[in-house]
C-alpha cells in the first residue's frame, strides 16, 4: 500500500522555519508538534536562511524587471507571429 505524500503550503513552510530560526524550541520539539520531519525542517530552516538576504537586495529587483522585460518583448514577438500566420494563410487560399 502506498502513501500519499503531504504537500504543506508556503506560509505553514515559512512559519515553522522562522520558530527554527528563532531556537525558542529544538527541531525535535518542532517535529512533533506539527508532526514533521525533523529533517524536513531542517531543510526548510537552511531554505529560508539561504534565501533571506536576497529579500533586501537589489539583485532580486533587477531580476524581475529582467524577467518583465523578457516576458514583454515575448509577447510582443508572439503577436507578429500571428500576424505573419493570418497574412500567409489569406495569401495561401488565393494561390490554392
Known sequence: MRKNRKTHEGAFKARIALEAVKGEKTIAQLASEYGIHANQIGQWKKKLLEELPMI?????????????????????????????????????????
Open 56 to 96: 533586501f537586495s537589489d539583485k532580486r529587483q533587477r531580476q524581475d524587471k529582467g524577467r518583465e522585460e523578457l516576458e514583454s518583448e515575448l509577447y510582443r514577438q508572439i503577436g507578429q507571429l500571428k500576424v505573419e500566420l493570418e497574412w500567409l494563410k489569406k495569401k495561401s487560399k488565393l494561390l490554392g
